[in-house]
Structure formats: C-alpha cells, structure tokens
C-alpha cells in the first residue's frame, strides 16, 4: 500500500482562498476524492474524480491534479467550511488510502 | 432516498467477535460495490473492506486481513462486516458506504476493551 500526505491544518479568513494539498506516488495513475467531515458527521464527498464537484456542493469547492499532488480549493471560504477534510485514493489492487485529514479553520 | 444504517455495534472483549450490519435502500443494490470504513476516536478516516456487486472479488486493509470478513446479501440490500479476533485498536465508529463514495451511513461505534 502508499501513504497519502496532507498538512495537519490549514487556516483562512472568511472571503478567502484555502488550498488543502494531498501528495502520493500513485495520484498521476489513480482518481483522487475529496470529503468533507464537521464533527460527529459522517463523510461527505464533495470533489470526485480530482476535479467534478459532487452532487450538492456549492460551486466554491474545486479540485485539481498535477503529478503527485492533488488539491482541494475552497473559494470564498465561508464559515460553514470549517471541517476536516481528507483525500482519497486507490491503486490496482482494488484497496483504497485516505490521508491524514486537513482540520480547515476559519478564522 | 438513499439511506445506508449500520447496525451491530456495542462493547467486547480484546478477541471476541462481532458482526456489523448495513441496510441499504433506495438505489440498486445490487448495481454497486460497498465497502467499508472506521475512524478510531479523535483520529482520521481509515479504508477497511470493499465488496464488489456479486461478492466475487474483496479487499482488506493490511491490518484486518485474516479477522475481518465482508460479505453482502443482494437479495436483502444488506452488507455485512464480521468482525473476529478484535482488538483494543479496533476500536472507533464503522461507516458503510456506497462504492461510488457519494453516500454513507451514519456510522456504528465498537468498543474493543475488557
């Protein structure tokens, strides 16, 4: 299996740009998903496929891809998107990896 | 709607068994892979066990290999996770969850310690 690299925490004011990075080897050759989770919630997709925003999520979320890293874009951060969020992936012997999670705090 | 409710959860003993239970409703079940996923308390998400449509083809994280067994019915839109040889590290909440990632249950906690 691989591991997945998220930075523990990222911090924005309201109105603002956050980037939430998700680095592995595997990212160039497999789709990477994003969730968002606030606490005692189950997960919510919200980027899937690196890049289609999920049924429902507002148009600020977005995602990318380049080489190993992935990232998720939040535009004009709102309050409501403070939450932990964690990236995805797999590889081809059908098992999944998440990352270590990204607490988002806005300030 | 779609809904997902796991079922099965409680407090048991470092090695003792338990099976978890996911009802699913309002989509084909049949039609899509599951799987399932735990967070231990204050940690991250972590994969556990996929399930494809017809059962033919399962995959487990490393650490539960060999105590861990997925398994589904198609003709009772249920999915299941035995759980044996438990230990205190299994501990967290269980979440079941449609392959295609858009859905998930609520979650159902185990509790590993004597």
């Known amino acids: 299996s691989y591991e997945l690299t998220q930075p523990p925490s990222v911090s924005v004011s309201p109105g603002q740009t956050a980037g939430i990075t998700c680095s592995g080897d595997a990212l160039p050759k497999h789709y990477a998903f994003w969730y968002q989770q606030k606490p005692g919630q189950a997960p919510v997709l919200v980027i899937n496929?690196?890049?289609e925003r999920a049924s429902g999520i507002p148009e600020r979320f977005s995602g990318s891809s380049s080489g190993t890293t992935v990232t998720l874009t939040i535009s004009g951060v709102q309050a409501e998107d403070e939450a932990d969020y964690y990236c995805q992936s797999g590889d081809s012997s059908g098992t999944w990896v998440f990352g270590g999670g990204t607490k988002l705090t806005v300030l | 709607e779609v809904q997902l409710v796991e079922s099965g959860g409680g407090l048991v003993q470092p090695g003792g068994s338990l099976r978890l239970s996911c009802a699913a409703s309002g989509f084909t079940f049949n039609n899509y892979w599951m799987s399932w996923v735990r967070q231990a308390p204050g940690k991250g998400l972590e994969w556990v066990a996929n399930i494809k449509q017809d059962g033919s083809e399962k995959y487990y994280v490393d650490s539960v290999k060999g105590r861990f067994t997925i398994s589904r019915d198609n003709a009772k839109n249920s999915l299941f996770l035995q759980m044996n040889n438990l230990r205190a590290e299994d501990t967290a909440v269980y979440y079941c969850?449609?392959?295609?990632?858009?859905?998930w249950g609520q979650g159902t906690l185990v509790t590993v310690s004597s």
């Open positions: 496929k690196d890049s």
């Open positions: 969850g449609r392959g295609t990632k858009d859905y």
